[in-house]
Each structure stands twice: as C-alpha cells, then as structure tokens.
C-alpha cells in the first residue's frame, strides 16, 4: 500500500512563483515511485525540479529515479534556485 505524498513547505513558494512567470509547471508531487515533484515547461524545454528543504535528503525512491532516469532532476531547495535552473536569474 503506497503511503500519501508529502510535499515541503516551500513546494508551493516555488510553484506559484514559476507560474506567476509565466513558466508552464505541472506538479507531480503525488505521482510517486520517486517522480520528481514539478514538471516545469520553458523556452521549449522540459525541466525535471525536485523539491527539498534545506538539510533534506532524497528517499530511497528518488535516488532510485534519479540513477536510472536518462536526463537531469535539478534539486531546488528554492525559488532562487529554480529561476537559475531555468536561466531567469543569474
């Protein structure tokens, strides 16, 4: 039985802020099976965030998806970090 899906406290901060601008963010939070939390569409590029709390770590299910997914999760911990993920912010 799959447990509820958890989100960090600035999940929200950083989706609500990338869709005031103007960027297309799916949230995939409740996905699960160590989905990364946020889908994020920009400049004709599709960006993999997962969100964490500073001084969080990855489960065990995000590791997982990370090592076996053929592409780049960027780890934000804030809205900072998403908008230089996304070249917005230097």
């Not at 960006?47 to 500073?54: A, D, I, Q, S």
């Amino acid at each position: 039985m799959r447990r509820a899906a958890r989100t960090d406290r600035n999940h929200a901060e950083i989706r609500d802020c990338l869709r005031k601008m103007g960027v297309k963010v799916f949230d995939t939070s409740r996905l699960g099976g160590g989905f990364p939390d946020l889908v994020a569409c920009h400049r004709g590029r599709v960006y993999l965030f997962e969100v964490k709390m500073p001084g969080c770590k990855l489960t065990p299910d995000e590791v997982e998806f990370h090592r076996e997914y053929d592409g780049y999760v960027s780890i934000v911990y804030s809205v900072e970090d998403a908008l230089i993920e996304l070249g917005l912010m230097a």
